[in-house]
Each structure stands twice: as C-alpha cells, then as structure tokens.
C-alpha cells in the first residue's frame, strides 16, 4: 500500500500569472510566472505549512495547458530542492474527465516531481452519474497511475455530483488510492469518512477542504485540511490545527482554540463568497505576491466592488494579522 500525505495543513495554491505590467502579458491568457510560484510556495514551506497543493481548483487547473502545468509543478520543485526542502510533498491536482488525459496528466506530475494526485471527481454527466461509475472512473485512473492519488470531492464545481460514504469505504480498499479531500460543509459524511472503522485510516487520509471547519472535524478523525486561508494566513491555520490536536488542552487552550477558529472561520466567508478570486486578492494585497485580478478569463477583475469591498473585511482582516504577527 502507499503512504498517505502527512497530517497537517497544506495550502491549495493559487497559479500565478505574469502582471499587466510585465513585456509578456497577454490580456487572452498571461504567461504562467514562475518566479512569483515560487517566492509564494517559499513563504508558505517557511512558515510551516505541511505540503501544497498545486494545480487544484484555487490553482485554475482547467485554465492551464499540460506545457504550462509541467513547468509550474518542475518550477517549483526545482525550488525546494534549491532552498533544502528535500522531497517536500507536492500534490498536483487534476480536473479532467477522460481517464486516459488524467493519467497522462498524473504521469507528467511525477516526472515534474509531484508525490501525489489530487483527482476531482467528473461530474460533467451528473444527471446520470452513479456510485458504481465513480468507482470504475477512480479504480481506472488508480490502476493506472504512477504516484498514488487523493479523491477530490468538490460538489460545487463537480455539477453537484455527491459521493456517499459507502463510496469512499470501497475506494479506500484501492492500493494506489491514499486520501481525499471533502470540500463540502456536511459534517456528517466527514465523520462517516474520517471515523469509518470499514477504512484502514493507515493509508487513508481524510482531509478537510474548509479550514472553517477545521477544529470539528479534526475530533473526527480527518488529519488536516487544504485550505485557501491558509494561503495568507498560514501560522495562524497551523497554530489552530495544532490546539485541535489536543486531546487534554488546558482551560486556556480550549479558549485559545476556540477564538482561532472562530476568527479562521470568519475570514474564510471571503473564500466562499469570492473562492479563486478572493484567495488571489488576499494574497496579492497582504503577502505582496501577483496581481490583485491577475486570474485567467473568465474570472476576470478580481474581486467586485475592489476597495470598497475590501474595506467591509477589515476588522477580521486585521485581527488575523494580529494572530499572524503573534506567532
């Protein structure tokens, strides 16, 4: 069987386009800027976050060409290697629906040095999708995959096709099949998930995609999340997944963790009010890294309303900064 990612949190990585200002920007589709990928994946590694995911959804991945993924994934390896995070693990994420192009992507993953797949679940039929076709569809790509590969259940860009429990229990039994990434707000099916004792927990993980759940579901059993708050904010994510791994806290951790959470959560309404777009804004106006707007059409003008916009999140903003400095 094949080892799992690590428990921690790890970062859905937003794909970096070169700036408006820049001698090669094309206003159709901006070169991919791998200098500014790899400041971002730098600050993130440095600051504690466990692992990345690169090309997710929050990477664009539909937008990109296998060229551009392949140099976005060897970019940044390359990088780590350089800086000394040897073998840092790098999942790369896919997002289509032919078994044979996810493989072909998953085999240009590996020789750019990713570990692991990330594969989202195809939901263009969803009408007529079923649980046994979802299971044929991951056990084919599995079978043929070289690195071993995470489920990724994301309803809300997989045309809101659902994968029950039961599912997840049959595909954990996959040698190749090691996790997967539940971004969806229903609880349950994470503790159905996460506490099934039908799944060796061993060599499969289960990761949050909502860092606004992330202290519940960790007393459930999931080992970390993938989360885009902590692409801006990642101490103040880890220090909160570190409290959530208590099993004897003090009065003053319950607290502590308590007020993390609440303010982790808080801020992640940007995401799920603006998801890709509100991640890149954040990024580029607190970390300094790419253009506010600088996404792929059709995401096109970064958040809207801009600055005024902006303005009504900058209570929780700097009482996240806060937390940020602190630690």
């Given at each position: 069987?094949?080892?799992?990612?690590?428990?921690?949190?790890?970062?859905?990585?937003?794909?970096?386009?070169?700036?408006?200002?820049?001698?090669?920007?094309?206003?159709?589709?901006?070169?991919?800027?791998?200098?500014?990928?790899?400041?971002?994946?730098?600050?993130?590694?440095?600051?504690?976050?466990?692992?990345?995911?690169?090309?997710g959804s929050t990477g664009e991945a539909i937008h990109l060409t296998n060229k551009e993924r392949f140099e976005v994934l060897s970019g940044v390896?390359?990088?780590?290697?350089?800086?000394?995070?040897?073998?840092?693990?790098?999942?790369?994420?896919?997002?289509?629906?032919?078994?044979?192009?996810?493989?072909?992507?998953?085999?240009?993953?590996?020789?750019?040095?990713?570990?692991?797949?990330?594969?989202?679940?195809?939901?263009?039929?969803?009408g007529a999708s079923t649980q046994e076709g979802v299971i044929r569809w991951f056990t084919a790509v599995a079978d043929k995959s070289p690195i071993?590969?995470?489920?990724?259940?994301?309803?809300?860009?997989?045309?809101?096709?659902?994968?029950?429990?039961?599912?997840?229990?049959?595909?954990?039994?996959?040698p190749n099949i090691v996790g997967c990434k539940l971004s969806h707000g229903d609880v349950s099916y994470h503790a159905q998930i996460a506490s099934?004792?039908?799944?060796?927990?061993?060599?499969?993980?289960?990761?949050?995609?909502?860092?606004?759940?992330?202290?519940?579901?960790?007393?459930?059993?999931?080992?970390?999340?993938?989360?885009?708050?902590?692409?801006?904010?990642?101490?103040?994510?880890?220090?909160?997944?570190?409290?959530?791994?208590?099993?004897?806290?003090?009065?003053?951790?319950?607290?502590?963790?308590?007020?993390?959470?609440?303010?982790?959560?808080?801020?992640?309404?940007?995401?799920?009010?603006?998801?890709?777009?509100?991640?890149?804004?954040?990024?580029?106006?607190?970390?300094?890294?790419?253009?506010?707007?600088?996404?792929?059409?059709?995401?096109?003008?970064?958040?809207?309303?801009?600055?005024?916009?902006?303005?009504?999140?900058?209570?929780?903003?700097?009482?996240?900064?806060?937390?940020?400095?602190?630690?």
């Amino acid at each position: 069987m094949a080892t799992p990612p690590a428990p921690g949190i790890y970062v859905p990585v937003p794909t970096f386009f070169v700036s408006k200002k820049a001698a090669s920007y094309d206003p159709i589709a901006a070169p991919v800027d791998i200098e500014t990928q790899v400041a971002h994946s730098l600050y993130l590694a440095r600051a504690g976050i466990k692992g990345l995911v690169i090309l997710g959804s929050t990477g664009e991945a539909i937008h990109l060409t296998n060229k551009e993924r392949f140099e976005v994934l060897s970019g940044v390896r390359q990088a780590f290697e350089k800086e000394g995070f040897k073998d840092y693990p790098i999942i790369a994420g896919t997002a289509t629906q032919n078994i044979e192009e996810t493989v072909e992507q998953l085999k240009g993953a590996k020789e750019a040095g990713a570990q692991y797949g990330l594969c989202l679940v195809p939901g263009y039929f969803a009408g007529a999708s079923t649980q046994e076709g979802v299971i044929r569809w991951f056990t084919a790509v599995a079978d043929k995959s070289p690195i071993p590969i995470m489920i990724y259940h994301y309803p809300g860009v997989s045309n809101n096709v659902k994968v029950v429990p039961s599912t997840f229990v049959t595909l954990a039994k996959h040698p190749n099949i090691v996790g997967c990434k539940l971004s969806h707000g229903d609880v349950s099916y994470h503790a159905q998930i996460a506490s099934s004792p039908s799944i060796d927990h061993s060599s499969f993980a289960t990761f949050s995609g909502l860092g606004q759940q992330l202290l519940p579901v960790i007393t459930i059993g999931a080992v970390g999340a993938i989360d885009g708050c902590a692409g801006f904010f990642p101490k103040t994510v880890v220090r909160l997944f570190e409290l959530s791994l208590k099993n004897q806290p003090t009065d003053e951790e319950v607290s502590k963790r308590r007020l993390l959470q609440y303010k982790v959560s808080t801020m992640e309404e940007l995401i799920a009010k603006f998801g890709t777009v509100g991640i890149k804004e954040a990024i580029s106006r607190l970390r300094g890294f790419g253009d506010r707007d600088g996404t792929r059409l059709p995401l096109h003008g970064g958040i809207p309303g801009d600055d005024a916009e902006w303005a009504k999140w900058k209570d929780i903003v700097e009482a996240m900064e806060a937390e940020e400095n602190s630690i």
